[in-house]
């Protein structure tokens, strides 16, 4: 059996790792870390964990050295220096933070403000989005999981600009996350009195989600694609739903268009493209690594809008990172991911 690890357990990122990977079939949880609670156990800081698991926090170089599959679940600009040591043992790293996801280090400057830290082994890294890169994924010691509105809005469009049906420099990205998004450190924002009964837009003049999502989309397209893109903070725990316009080169019907995502998503286990007239929601995908897409028209223009929905914390983050770790290790792509969403 494998055995992971986890850097970062403690945030709400590697708490979800450790809840999903305790339940995987084919790996062991080996140790996990943490700076501020070293030495304590995980289930004195999550008491859900009461009884199920008492790993201890260990530092970052024990979990590295101890396990085989390494998951990083830190602040942006620490995963860097672990890559090193991981490449140093040939280990796997599956990064959650957003280091490795921009390939190009022009864009990466732009939405980030520096440069590579350590740009020799950005070669090594894979865009872990299952869906475009499974061969990709399969040999590589690098894989960058895709930031949580980035999987929406990219498995949103990628059937659109892989067939040339939209205009590639019109659409627009509406999205709403729930306040885990943000994660467990305190803020104004997501304090409850500022949130709760509230929905704020906010880095509406540019979110650092935009660099990734247009490179990636550019990378399959025929033109370079361009979005604008305002997040939202809605008053619930998980979830994020994207609604987005975009204009259809030719004005096809919306049957060929819906034919064109099934067909696109036919051999990917968890994006699900809703029949015509069903409308994709948050309460739907919860606690799953499902995304569901639907798929509408405006019935007096030539707009399309497409309504991609997952859960921030599971395909927007941990489960996507097991789904990246089975592809990579060879286990089904499903394992330890079969969560039904509950009903309500
Ligand atoms: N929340 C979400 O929905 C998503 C988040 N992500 C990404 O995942 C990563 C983690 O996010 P999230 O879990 O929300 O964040 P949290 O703030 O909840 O957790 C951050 C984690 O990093 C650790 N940490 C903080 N500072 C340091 C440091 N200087 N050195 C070492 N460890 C440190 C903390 O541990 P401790 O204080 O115990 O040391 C904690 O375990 C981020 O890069 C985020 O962008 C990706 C997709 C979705
Ligand atoms: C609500 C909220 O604050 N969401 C976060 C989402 C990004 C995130 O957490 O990280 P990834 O880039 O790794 O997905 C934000 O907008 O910064």
Redesign the pocket.
Known sequence: MKKVGI????????VELVRLLLNHPEVKLEAI?????KNQSIDSVYMNLKGITSLV?ED?DSVINKSDVIFT????G?SEKIALKTLEQNKLVID???DFRITDENIYEEWYGKKFDVADIHDFATYGLPEINKDTIKTSKIIA?P??YATSIELGLLPLVASNLISTKDIICDSK?GA??????LSLSTHFTECNESLSAYKIDGHRHIGEIEEVLTSQSRDTVEICFTPHLLPINRGILSTIYTKLNNNEDLEIIHSVYKIYYENCPFVKVLDLGESANIKNIKYSNYCHISIHKDFRKDRLIIISCLD??IK??AGQAIQNMNIALGFEETAGLNLIPPAF
């Open positions: 850097i970062g357990s403690t945030g709400y990122v590697g870390s943490s700076q501020s609670f926090c970052e679940a830190l602040p942006h620490l959650l933070g957003a999981n930031g949580c996350s885990t998004g943000a994660g467990r450190g921030n914390m927007g983050a």
